[in-house]
């Protein structure tokens, strides 16, 4: 996995744009960007683990599987709040980071993740859509 490589997904012109509550078949091969709402109008399937605050902005994307399982790390553009479900729980970071400093990209989170469908839930977002990479860790 490499910064630069991630920071480049993310701010690629040619990013699919979803909107909250969308399905992929398969892990994009770019970044896309997903809109996001007021955590009331989200509908996020699960109660995110952390409350969102007032004034944020919140959304989904479930995905029907991933290649293979193993390790993967999750590139957002803007700081949010990261929920992965799977199989019906909570999935918990085996590592994770914050880039302050880096343009274009402000969080990656690395998760273990089966060959299962999955949702990836993002709430206490301060503006209203976020790009998102998922790639295989290396």
Same mark, same amino acid.
């Given at each position: 996995?490499?910064?630069d490589h991630a920071r480049a =997904?993310?701010?690629?012109?040619?990013?699919?744009?979803?909107?909250?509550?969308?399905?992929?078949? *398969? =892990?994009? @091969?770019? *970044?896309?960007? %997903? @809109?996001?709402?007021?955590? *009331?109008?989200?509908?996020?399937?699960?109660?995110?683990?952390?409350?969102?605050?007032?004034?944020?902005?919140?959304?989904?994307?479930?995905?029907?599987? !991933? #290649?293979?399982?193993?390790?993967?790390? %999750?590139?957002?553009?803007? /700081? @949010?709040?990261?929920? =992965? !479900?799977?199989?019906g729980h909570f999935l918990k970071?085996?590592?994770?980071? /914050?880039?302050?400093?880096?343009?274009? %990209?402000?969080?990656?989170?690395?998760?273990?993740?089966? *060959?299962?469908?999955? !949702?990836?839930?993002?709430?206490?977002?301060?503006?209203?859509?976020?790009?998102? @990479?998922?790639? #295989?860790?290396?």
């Amino acid at each position: 996995w490499n910064i630069d490589h991630a920071r480049a =997904l993310l701010t690629a012109p040619d990013r699919t744009k979803l909107n909250s509550g969308s399905e992929l078949a *398969a =892990l994009p @091969a770019t *970044a896309v960007t %997903i @809109a996001l709402v007021a955590p *009331a109008d989200a509908k996020l399937p699960t109660p995110p683990e952390r409350a969102p605050k007032d004034g944020t902005f919140a959304g989904f994307t479930k995905f029907s599987g !991933v #290649p293979k399982a193993g390790s993967y790390t %999750i590139s957002l553009s803007n /700081g @949010a709040w990261i929920d =992965l !479900v799977q199989d019906g729980h909570f999935l918990k970071p085996t590592a994770f980071s /914050g880039a302050t400093d880096c343009e274009g %990209i402000r969080k990656t989170v690395k998760l273990d993740l089966s *060959a299962a469908p999955f !949702v990836l839930q993002i709430s206490g977002a301060s503006e209203n859509s976020l790009s998102i @990479a998922i790639e #295989p860790s290396e």
